[in-house]
């Protein structure tokens, strides 16, 4: 796996350091991912929002039935960040 050009780029951005950046970043993501657990929707604004939503189905597979039952977390941007990207 490539490693991610994130945090230098945060970095130079705030004028940090790499190291401090990549911090920033592992803070930002472990809040997201505790709000998500309590909350079922995060928005952040200017950028999209995450969703969590409850998946319990029934599948089946080579005849045998197999019970699904997890959060699914989904990404929704924003039409700034998708004007942006395209």
């Not at 699904?68 to 990404?75: A, E, P, Q, S």
Request: hydrophobic fraction near 40%.
């Amino acid at each position: 796996m490539a490693k991610s050009p994130l945090p230098s780029k945060l970095a130079q951005y705030l004028n940090i350091t790499t190291p401090e950046a990549e911090l920033q970043l592992k803070a930002v993501f472990a809040i997201i991912s505790d709000e998500l657990a309590v909350n079922p929707k995060v928005v952040i604004d200017s950028f999209g929002s995450f969703t969590s939503k409850r998946l319990n189905r029934e599948v089946k597979l080579n005849g045998k039935t197999f019970n699904i039952d997890t959060n699914v977390i989904k990404f929704s941007p924003f039409k700034r960040l998708r004007e942006a990207v395209n």
